[in-house]
């Protein structure tokens, strides 16, 4: 099953909306007949590869799978079916389904049939390779990575808005594999006003790996030029969320003209409804969101409790009480009121600090 999951990330890129799945078929004394890996949506499963690879000898093997086989028609035909012609007598799953609808069906389809199945093997670390379709499954809603850069003191940028660059080159490229990962990558309008980003995948290697991720403007008046990168027609979609669609009707021609998706969200205090964009993108079949954006937005994710994780990158320098802060939040009053997080994952990348951390 370890194989099974290394081989699932290899699809890590390019499998969304799907999730990544890895199966190695095993003979007697764990033998590798087969291996396969899913590596893109609309082409063959984990599962048909591992058995075309082993052919005949799968034929009272075992098949080791990181995900449920699945017994439903979709832009595939069932792999459960595939794992009964193929004639396994055994098949483990990591985990199972976590889409309510068929969760348990691919593996009551081959208890049916005679083949002895077990759920759970390395569960953790199948639900953590795949944790965006779990969390579009399990909860409506995507999983979302703030990433941010700050230096010693906390600061993002300077006090007249300058911040390249906070961190060095090597953060900068590593940043490119959080953006190919994600399905969508989500900012405010005050940060395309301030930085006109353009958010895409500037590796090439990663960018030929996977798909262009969905950007995402929530801009609840409308204000995003027309001329911005993130509407230049580069490849990269674009989808702006904005208050009111009599506002869409009126300020949108230009954007819209320019091939940016405007969708009308309900507004909630001076902004727009959080919860409800991250709704939406989950009914986009958005897996993960990654955040890039100023510290309103990044503080208010916070505050509403809608971040799963967090990746700073920390530079070895100081900018000053008066440069600007990593995140806006609500005055604390008592040290019991301060936000929690744990530590996932402390590590060097190049001169800088790269700290992952999830809110407890």
């Known amino acids: 099953m370890a194989r099974a999951l290394e081989l699932a990330q290899r699809g890590l890129y390019s499998t969304p909306p799907n999730p990544s799945v890895g199966c190695v078929i095993a003979g007697p004394g764990g033998r590798t007949l087969g291996e396969g890996f899913h590596a893109r ?25 990181t995900l449920e086989p699945c017994s439903h028609f979709g832009r595939t035909p069932p792999c459960a079916d595939a794992l009964l012609e193929a004639g396994v ?26 083949v002895a199945t077990a759920a759970g093997l390395l569960e953790g670390e199948a639900r953590e390779l795949n944790r ?129 998706r405007i969708e009308a969200l309900p507004s909630r205090g001076a902004g727009l ?26 503080g208010a994710l916070l505050a509403d409790g809608l971040l799963d994780e967090c990746v700073l990158y920390l530079a070895a320098k100081v900018l000053g009480d008066g440069a600007q802060p990593l995140l806006r939040l609500p005055l604390l009053e008592r040290m019991s009121d301060a936000r929690e997080f744990a530590w996932r994952e402390v590590r060097p990348v190049g001169g800088d600090l790269r700290l992952t951390l999830r809110p407890k």
């Open 132 to 260: 965006g379709f779990v969390a579009r499954m399990e909860r409506g809603r995507s999983w979302v990575t703030l990433k941010m850069a700050a230096s010693l003191d906390g600061r993002t940028a300077l006090a007249n808005g300058a911040s390249r660059w906070v961190t060095g080159e090597a953060a900068r490229a590593d940043v490119q594999r959080l953006r190919a990962r994600a399905s969508a990558i989500l900012t405010g309008i005050g940060t395309v006003l301030a930085d006109d980003p353009a958010l895409t995948v500037r590796d090439a290697s990663l960018a030929l790996r996977g798909r262009a991720p969905l950007r995402v403007v929530l801009d609840s008046q409308l204000q995003m030029p027309a001329t911005a990168r993130l509407a230049a027609g580069d490849g990269a979609p674009t989808l702006l969320f904005a208050a009111a669609a009599a506002a869409i009707a009126a300020r949108g021609t230009a954007l819209a003209a320019r091939g940016v």
């Open 89 to 114: 007598a055994r098949v483990v799953a990591s985990m199972r389904d976590p889409n309510p609808r068929v969760s348990g069906a691919g593996l009551a389809r081959l208890a049916a049939a005679g």
């Open 41 to 65: 949506t609309g082409e063959p499963h984990a599962e048909v590869l591992a058995l075309r690879e082993a052919g005949g000898a799968a034929r009272g093997a075992t098949a080791y799978v």
């Open 273 to 298: 409804d959080l919860g409800a964009a991250l709704a939406r993108l989950a009914e986009l079949e958005c897996n993960e969101v990654l955040v890039e954006a100023g510290p309103t937005l990044a």
